[in-house]
Nanobody, 119 residues
Framework: VRLVESGGGSVQAGDSMRLSCAAS????????MAWFRQAPGKEREFVAA????????YYTDSVRGRFTISRDNAKNTVYLQMNRLKPEDTAVYYC?????????????WGQGTQVTVSS
C-alpha cells in the first residue's frame, strides 16, 4: 500500500484542521489504519486508529475528544479531523496500515504532512 498524506498547515491554537491519507492498492479496505505523529526531537507516536469496517476507533489520551478518525473505503482514504488544536499537537503526521491489538504499523511510511499550531 502506498500512502500520501495531505491537509497540513499552520493554524492558531483552538482552530480545526482535517488531514487526509490517500492509499493505493486493492487491499486497502482490508486493513486497519492509523495516524501517527512525530514532533521535533521526539519519537513517532500513535495518535488514532480505525478498523477496516470503520466500526471501531481508538485514540491516544491526549487527543481523545478532540480528534476523530474516519475512513471512506470507496475512496481509499483515511481522515483525521482535528479540533481544538493545541501547540503540543505540532508535528509531522503520518498514516499507516496497522495490525494487532497494539496497532503496530507494517506498511511503508509516506512523506507525512506538517501540522504547526501556534499559541
Amino acid at each position: 500500500v502506498r500512502l500520501v498524506e495531505s491537509g497540513g498547515g499552520s493554524v492558531q491554537a483552538g482552530d480545526s484542521m482535517r488531514l487526509s491519507c490517500a492509499a493505493s492498492g486493492q487491499s486497502f479496505i482490508t486493513y486497519s489504519m492509523a495516524w501517527f505523529r512525530q514532533a521535533p526531537g521526539k519519537e513517532r507516536e500513535f495518535v488514532a486508529a480505525i478498523t477496516w469496517t470503520g466500526g471501531t476507533t481508538y485514540y491516544t489520551d491526549s487527543v481523545r475528544g478532540r480528534f476523530t478518525i474516519s475512513r471512506d473505503n470507496a475512496k481509499n482514504t483515511v481522515y483525521l479531523q482535528m479540533n481544538r488544536l493545541k501547540p503540543e499537537d505540532t508535528a509531522v503526521y503520518y498514516c499507516n496500515a496497522v495490525r494487532g491489538s497494539t496497532w503496530r504499523p507494517f506498511g511503508s511510511w509516506g512523506q507525512g504532512t506538517q501540522v504547526t499550531v501556534s499559541s
